[in-house]
């Protein structure tokens, strides 16, 4: 019998919470005025330390002119983002936050225009495997709130310039490849917001 | 011939040699046929409970559902769960029915026409779940295997056809608990290689932070209507599964067969986490994915190593295949104890009813996979069969199990109304949003209890509330 009370307490206080959430509808809703047309990571590994510089190019599909574009830095554990400036068709922008930017153009983006956008960045927590040993690499990329990326094969290029002796063993995402000893490539469909490699010193 | 083929090839034939073993025991007679002759130990009901409760929408489905709509999904676990918590409490008493097929108990207190009815529910919407297992099955083995989609269908269901046909409840029981430890194994490695993958979970929230929605970590973010009919249709309909019901029937007694089930329980609690975690750090991993149910297979085929990846790949099969074997004899059942026998103008022999069974097992089987090969609209139709069957079975089921003074006109007439309301609203669209589920179980049960309370009790009671009555006398006295 108590069982049988627990269960339908249990019931009653799930639809309870169920009350006032937001509608599917919401739920699906995309709020975007922002297209990333083409993105390119371009990184280096030297010692424990990655430079990155991506360069997204971005147009306003919304109505009304851009001013101030947000961009998201995921913080995981191990890795962490040094160094950050964010520039406009080479024009330096001001940024205000830490993991969620809020960046000022410096210059509005009329509806339907496009930009360069440029974010670069340090990564430290990178190791260099020894010789046999196996490493997991996991790399962050900032990405533009609220956007959407063009569809269509290598919208995302992805070039990694790596230390001599070092083999890739698996990546993610999907696609990337050591396309010579020192150098990991690819294209991409969609924007990741990590780049995870399984390396092994040779 | 690549590892995942050789892997594939040695799994169905250890269930062919599985129903191949358990093939005299089956022959002997219905009871054995279907439901074990009574005789499944804790290990065996174990296993067989949790390949058959774990199918192909609880894994793949909830991984894809989590990708794209994330913290909901764990409410959507909770659900079943509490689906399999109602069920656990009413073993005993379905227990004590010794039934072989659900329609059995409903007859016993509602009448033949009541058998009829509840078993061409069942039939209707359960040629939907084999065949939606059937399809679920060609799309894994397609894209691991690159076997073409249709010869992946057909391999799959000859091989538990065959299996079935050949030792009915021993064989689908046996194979299940092998596919179980498959199932198990597999998901836990899963989880434990996607999480090896982002660095822990807490990476993983931490990136979708910064690219999912909010809505995708609100718990509730579907709003009540939504979520109050999916806990609706979910607990109703899984007290109605009649795959559950057989595997209670076939326990050697009571004691194992409560024990099972709340093993079952605490197996589902556990494992019901695991997908949308899968799910949602699959998102990180992979974003963009047309297709987020294929977010495993694409992980076996492009991430794991390659023996894990076959082990894994199997893993997937087994979900499919014990819940296809399990449904299929459970389709079987209805046909043979529902409609063959209480038909037919004399008793049939043992014999003729253990062959017309399995000559039952190959037309549902047949039927099954030309329903999975010409239909489109098998997914939609999973999630209607469970509302209709909610609405139309549970709440006569629970009456017919519990309430002495249910009368068999109220029973049948709140089966047909409760299903055929839900139907027509269904077909209706869905006026004003309004879920049917909510429709369909307040017909149901106004029906129940107004023609009930309207006519007299009923005279005769089954063995199963009688007991409960002489019990109480004895105390009284």
Known sequence: ?202 | MNLYLVFFVIYLVVMLLVGVFTKDQAGKSMENYFVASRSLGLVVLMGTLVGTALGGSVTMGTVGMAYTGGYWNWLAALAGALGYWALAIMTPKLYKTKGITTPDILAERFGPAARYVASIFNLLFNIVVVAGQIISMGIVVQSITGMSFNAAMVVTTVVFAIYTIMGGMYAVAYTDVIQSVFILGGLLYVLVFVMAKVGGFGNALAILHSTAPPEFFDLTAPGFTFLSSYFAYTIFGIITMQIIHQRIFAAVDEKNAKKAMYSLLGVIVLVYIIPPMVGMSARVLMPGLADPQSAIPMMIKNMMPPFAGALVFISLISVMMSTADSTLLSLASNIVKDFWIPLKKETPSSKSVVIMSKMIVIVMAVISLIVAVYSKLIMPLMVFRLTVLAAGIALPLLAALYWKRVTAAAGLVSMIGGGASTIIWELLKSPGGFPSIFVGLPVCAVLLAGISLIQSPPKKLPEWLSEEVSKKGDIQA
Do not use: H
């Not at chain 1, 169920?18 to 922002?34: H, I, K, R």
């Not at chain 1, 590994?45 to 001013?67: A, F, W």
């Not at chain 1, 969620?100 to 339907?112: C, G, H, Q, T």
């Open chain 1, 1 to 202: 019998m108590r069982t049988k009370a627990l269960f339908i307490l249990l019931l009653v206080a799930i639809f309870a919470i169920g009350c006032g959430a937001p509608s599917v509808e919401e739920l699906v809703t995309v709020n975007s005025a922002v297209e990333v047309s083409k993105a390119e990571f371009i990184g280096t590994v030297e010692d424990s330390n990655v430079t990155v510089e991506l360069d997204y190019l971005v147009k306003n599909t919304g109505d009304e002119p851009l001013t101030v574009l947000p961009v998201v830095i995921p913080s995981i554990s191990e890795v962490s983002v040094n160094n950050l400036n964010i520039s406009v068709d080479d024009k330096s922008c001001t940024l205000e936050g830490e993991n969620n930017i809020s960046v000022k153009l410096p210059y509005e983006l009329a509806s339907d225009k496009e930009m360069k956008f440029k974010i670069s960045y340090d990564l430290s927590g990178i190791s260099i495997p020894e010789q046999g040993e196996a490493n997991t690499w996991r790399l962050i990329v900032p990405s533009i709130g609220n956007s959407t990326m063009a569809s269509g094969k290598d919208k995302f290029t992805v070039e990694l310039n790596v230390p001599g002796g070092i083999a890739l063993k698996s990546s993610v995402p999907i696609g990337l490849n050591a396309v010579s000893n020192e150098k990991i490539q690819g294209g991409l469909e969609s924007a990741p917001s990590i780049i995870i490699l399984d390396v092994q010193g040779l």
